[in-house]
Antibody, heavy 121, light 108 residues
């Protein structure tokens, strides 16, 4: 069974940093392109960024609002993807989900974590 | 442009058919996917690509994607379909993912 378990969410002050983790199991993690998506309170879903598999280059892409402040990394030996959040702003307050496509192509997200709340205040 | 536009809210009578639309220039090059989002739950992929439904999704969910508009069609809407629905696709560069603003579906 595929599982994505996120952790690391917390209440932090503006300008501080935080690291979210997403521990994966039940699939070949090293082959997966891992994404982060967030949902601010009362607002819609927003793609944050993605890290490709190492075989596909291991490169990262980020949405404009977080580029230069957030970094995605992966440790295939631990089946874990990380989201490093730096220079946090109040508008970064959101539930953060890790997600990937297991079956349908890299841009169709059929597996999601339970979400992790980050509050910047 | 790199935006996807959805109507904020749509309502449908129980058992009737509803179409939820998503407009954007990038849809001329990339297919949309659709996600159902209920409060406190993770998003659920309900339709993707030109005409594909994930395993376990009822066949009352279908889609179309002519030109710059993608649609999610629910034929015979059920009470449990009441949720927020989001489209997503790639942006014009093809490297980033973009989401529409979401449509709140009310089943009357």
């Amino acid at each position: 069974e595929v599982q994505l378990v996120e952790s690391g969410g917390d209440l932090v002050k503006p300008g501080e940093s935080l690291r979210l983790s997403c521990a994966a199991s039940g699939f070949t993690f090293s082959d997966a392109w891992m994404n982060w998506v967030r949902q601010p309170p009362g607002k819609g879903l927003e793609w944050v960024g993605r890290i490709k598999s190492k075989v596909d280059g291991g490169t990262t892409d980020y949405a404009a609002p977080v580029k230069g402040r957030f970094t995605i990394s992966r440790d295939d030996s631990k089946n874990t993807v990380y989201l490093h959040l730096n220079s946090l702003k109040t508008e970064d307050t959101a539930v953060y989900y890790c997600t990937f496509s297991g079956s349908y192509g890299p841009y169709y997200f059929d597996y999601w974590g339970q979400g992790n709340l980050v509050t910047v205040s | 442009s790199s935006e996807l536009t959805q109507d904020p809210a749509v309502s449908v009578a129980l058992g009737q058919t509803v179409r939820i639309t998503c407009q954007g220039d990038s849809l001329r090059n990339y297919y949309a996917s659709w996600y159902q989002k209920k409060p406190g739950q993770a998003p659920l992929l309900v339709f993707y690509d030109k005409d594909k439904r994930p395993s376990g999704i009822p066949d009352r969910f279908s889609g179309s994607s002519p030109g710059n508009t993608a649609s999610l069609i629910i034929t015979g809407a059920q009470a449990e379909d009441e949720a927020d629905y989001y489209c997503n696709s790639r942006d014009s560069s093809g490297n980033h993912v973009i989401f529409g603003g979401g449509t709140k579906l009310t089943v009357l």
